[in-house]
């Protein structure tokens, strides 16, 4: 089973830099599609940076392309979700995510096309 622990979150001025992380255990799987989603109160969790662990194929749906980089240390089983030129419209809880194969990246996926979820951060940005 895997499991996801985030780190990082917190608060920052408009046009600052945060870096999220998150630890993962359990990956039994040769490979897995891991990313990070945003959600805000009354809406959908939104895609925000995808990476299939095979052979680190990004994506980044529109809605922080350019301002954000998803990476992930093998060794250390560790993703990471670096945001720069933070708006306050990004203000959020981010979640990190996984997927078991069989998946796909190179589209905005929904929350249920992933099965194992971190608790949260919470990403405030102040204007």
């Known amino acids: 089973q895997v499991q996801l622990v985030e780190s990082g979150g917190g608060s920052v001025q408009a046009g600052g830099s945060l870096r999220l992380s998150c630890a993962a255990s359990g990956f039994s799987e040769d490979s897995y599609a891991i990313g990070w989603f945003r959600q805000v109160p009354g809406k959908v969790r939104e895609g925000i940076a995808f990476?299939?662990?095979?052979?680190?194929?990004?994506y980044y749906t529109e809605r922080m392309k350019g301002r954000c980089t998803i990476s992930f240390e093998s060794a250390k089983n560790t993703m990471f979700l670096e945001m720069n030129s933070l708006k306050h419209e990004d203000t959020a809880v981010y979640y990190c995510a996984a997927a078991h194969p069989p998946y796909r990246l190179g589209y905005d996926p929904l929350e249920y096309d992933y099965d194992s979820w971190g608790q949260g951060t919470q990403v405030t940005v102040s204007s």
């Open positions: 990476l299939d662990t095979k052979d680190g194929t990004t």
